[in-house]
């Protein structure tokens, strides 16, 4: 008999055994569930809201902001600068040969949030109308657009689930007046956590003649060093140029300590749940002790007996981790979840529980399976044979 | 005595399994003591530096970046049981390299030097500087250190905010120096004159971020913010105002609704470790009951053997939650004090007893189901091993 077939017949014995100690097993399939179900559903949240911004920055655009700026809201561009942006080198055309760059302005707005009715702000913000060709991500969903010179909003899928008082038709109070919604949009990433409206409408009803920051679309990404060349040459600017995809990744420090925060109350649950488990091994190697010697005296190898309870181990904790994945999957696909900033206003993302989460989560269990199961496997090789078959 | 001696045995019984499930028992509580003790020292923390503060923040209801006109400082001064307002108007800014970040702070000079802000000591002499130069600046200490600067000096500061020249450099002139008298605030800002500020500033002219209200009696905040919010409704400049204390919590909240997060994370990590806790301890217990009837062959009284078995749990249980809470408060407490730079947070009384609460109803429960067993023992069939 080759030694595979002898530790595969060890291991299928053991795991035959298994049904017959329910509630040992439970304590490892249990214990591990809930550490893989609280990291995976904490990660989602953190990764929903990281990957909502991370796709909101493209490589083929750009956006300039105020010199020494980096954040829309603190930034402010002239009408005279906006220009010389919009001629830059590299600017994509829209179909009608304008440049396609989206000259844009900030607002923030007090709304109640559905969940608890406490005022939190939301980003409003005003676009240039070849905003359509610079961002060609954005959808409606159902509406119209807005209509330069009225007050009219369109709103983000995801940000209509998270407020009140944004469905089709509601009036809004912005500075200078009712505001009414007339379409829904969808983009797939963060900017579906916004309000959008026509930059100039929006420009006067807040009294300002200058704007936040010019977003512009490239011909190729690879064009994006000449545009800023041009840009930081130029003595008649003062800007700050950068890719859109930089720009969106330096907003996720938030969503990165989150992140850091899942794996942190991962690791200490999941000691809690290993010394469970480790218990739980433990206890079945001795329940074990008379069949295990038994096997070691009728000339198995003391190998398989450690692959037998290293497989049981890892498979159970396997079983915890799915189980634990498949808890979170439920309770939050398609959900949505807002993280904000004390400065800035909410990132709304909707909720994807994704293979990659789902790996770690069933890699974490696994990891807790071969620890939990590795001290008691080495124990039960140790097994001093005789005196085990005497404790019959 | 011989009781304690008693549960002593038979909480080391089997070593190994009792230092493992402690340790179980112990991260629970670790996580417990963090994720709840955080929650409740923060909110206490709020509360300590700006509950003796009695003050309340107005700011515009409608848009939060839109700003206040300053002319209606003389309104609310104007609402009984307000002793006296101040402006609230800041930007950042940058020290020759975007790394270097500076708050600036534009301040009303004239009432500073009536009303004293709490907390902040000025230098000999600063404030009535800043009136004789425009572009003066008062310095906290901190930052005065980490860049080397010296009252007299001139510092160029970047900012987004532009002046009417179209630059976004704003240079000031040190005359003086700030310190903070207590460990929650911080001398890392720098006062500017809000006149030369506000002239200078090409957008926003004569608006101010937020005011702030210091009023007589704090149990009357709730009715003076409801009274300044009714002096602007309607009008173009509605206002929202909320206690210090409130307007931190909102804040806070506004990164998401963490508390409900954690309140959900911490169900799942209790439900979680204990179930695989109490099923261990159980599963011990059940497999004494040989024991117990050995016990009870011997004299002992049901009730006392339901007293011994519970102990055993209890102790087990409460020694392991009080180090998972210890180390909390000891290890991860100043580290997350550190991550937010707001010193060492205190541990809650409260969370402790919280804490020993669930871990005696932890022991109840676990102890429930081999006291059944025991009650209704046959002692013969229980020797016997049957």
């Known amino acids: ?392 | 005595m011989k009781y304690l001696v008693l549960v002593w045995a038979g909480l080391w019984r089997k070593p190994a399994r009792t230092v493992l499930t402690s340790m179980s028992v112990v991260s629970a509580f670790l996580l417990y003591g963090a994720l709840s003790g955080t929650m409740v020292s923060f909110d206490r923390w709020v509360g300590q530096i700006t509950g003796d503060l009695a003050v309340l923040w107005t700011a515009s209801r409608v848009d939060m970046s839109a700003g206040l006109p300053i002319g209606i400082l003389p309104t609310i001064e104007r609402i009984p049981g307000v002793q006296a307002v101040d402006i609230q108007q800041g930007f950042n800014s940058y020290f020759q390299d975007p790394k270097n970040g500076v708050g600036v702070e534009a301040i009303d000079v004239a009432r500073r030097i009536r009303y004293p802000r709490p907390f902040f000591t000025v230098s000999e002499g600063a404030l009535e500087a800043m009136q004789r130069v425009r572009t003066g600046a008062i310095v906290g200490t901190e930052l005065m250190e980490k860049y080397g600067w010296k009252v007299g000096d001139r510092v160029p500061l970047t900012s987004g905010v532009i002046r009417k020249d179209r630059s976004n450099i704003w240079v000031f002139d040190i005359v003086g120096t700030f310190d903070v008298t207590r460990t929650q605030a911080r001398a890392d800002q720098v006062w500017v004159n809000y006149d030369y500020f506000d002239e200078a500033r090409a957008f926003g002219n004569g608006t101010v971020g937020g005011v702030i209200s210091v009023i007589a009696d704090p149990g009357q905040a709730t009715r003076i913010a409801a009274e300044i919010d009714k002096a602007f409704a309607n009008s173009p400049n509605e206002t929202l105002t909320r206690s210090m204390g409130d307007l931190i919590r909102a804040e806070i909240d506004q990164i998401t609704d963490i508390k409900l997060i954690i309140d959900i994370v911490l169900s799942a990590v209790l439900f979680t470790l204990l179930f695989v806790t109490g099923n261990t301890m159980m599963q011990s217990t059940v497999e004494r009951i040989p024991e117990l009837a050995v016990l009870k062959t011997y004299g002992y009284t049901d009730p006392v053997i339901a007293a011994l078995v519970l102990v055993e749990a209890a102790a087990l249980c409460l020694i392991s939650a009080l180090i998972g809470i210890g180390v909390a408060a000891t290890v991860l407490f100043p580290l997350i004090g550190a991550a937010f730079r707001i010193g060492t947070l205190p541990m809650d009384a409260s969370v402790v007893v919280t804490g020993v609460v669930i871990a005696v109803a932890l022991a109840c429960v676990i102890a429930l189901p081999p006291l059944w067993r025991v009650r209704r023992l046959n002692v013969v069939d229980a020797l016997a091993g049957r």
């Open chain 1, 1 to 392: 008999m080759n030694a595979f077939r002898q530790m595969t017949l060890v291991t299928a014995m053991g795991l035959r055994t298994v049904p017959q100690r329910p509630g040992r097993a439970s304590v490892v399939v249990i214990g591990i569930a809930g550490v893989v179900g609280v990291l995976v559903s904490m990660l989602t949240l953190g990764a929903s809201v990281a990957e909502s911004m991370r796709a909101a920055g493209r490589e083929d655009r750009a956006i300039v902001l105020r010199n020494g700026v980096d954040h829309e809201a603190e930034s402010a561009i002239f009408t005279a600068e906006a220009q010389t942006i919009a001629d830059a080198p590299g600017v994509a055309r829209t179909e009608d040969g304008k440049p396609a760059a989206s000259t844009e302005v900030l607002a923030t707005v007090n709304l109640p949030r559905k969940l608890d009715g406490a005022l939190s702000g939301v980003l409003v913000r005003g676009m240039s109308p070849q905003a359509a060709s610079v961002r060609r991500e954005i959808q409606l969903q159902s509406g119209r657009m807005f209509t330069p010179g009225l007050r009219e909003l369109i709103v983000g899928r995801v940000l209509q689930e998270q407020f009140e008082g944004l469905q089709l038709g509601d009036q809004v109070r912005l500075s200078g007046g009712e505001w009414t919604i007339v379409g829904v949009y969808e983009t797939g990433d963060m900017w579906e956590s916004m309000l959008l409206t026509d930059v100039a409408t929006l420009m006067s009803a807040y009294r300002r003649n200058v704007f936040s920051s010019v977003t512009v679309r490239l011909t190729s990404p690879a064009v994006f060093d000449v545009f800023k060349n041009a840009l930081t040459t130029d003595p008649t600017l003062s800007v700050n140029v950068m890719r859109e995809s930089e720009y969106y990744s330096k907003g996720s420090e938030l969503s990165g300590a989150f992140i850091i925060l899942s794996y942190v109350i991962g690791a200490i649950m999941g000691a809690g749940a290993l010394f469970g488990a480790l218990n739980t091994m433990y206890s079945t190697v001795s329940a074990r002790g008379v069949e295990i010697a038994t096997l070691r005296a009728i000339g198995f190898p003391a190998s398989s007996v450690v692959v037998s309870v290293l497989v049981e181990a890892l498979l159970l904790a396997l079983i915890g981790g799915l189980a634990g994945a498949a808890v979170s999957w439920a309770l939050l696909s398609g959900g949505t979840f807002a993280l904000g900033s004390p400065s800035g206003s909410a990132v709304a993302a909707e909720l994807r529980v994704t293979p990659q989460l789902v790996g770690v989560g069933v890699a974490w269990a696994l990891i807790m399976g071969l620890f939990g199961g590795l001290l008691p496997a080495l124990r039960a090789a140790r097994l001093p044979i005789a005196t085990a078959l005497r404790a019959v």
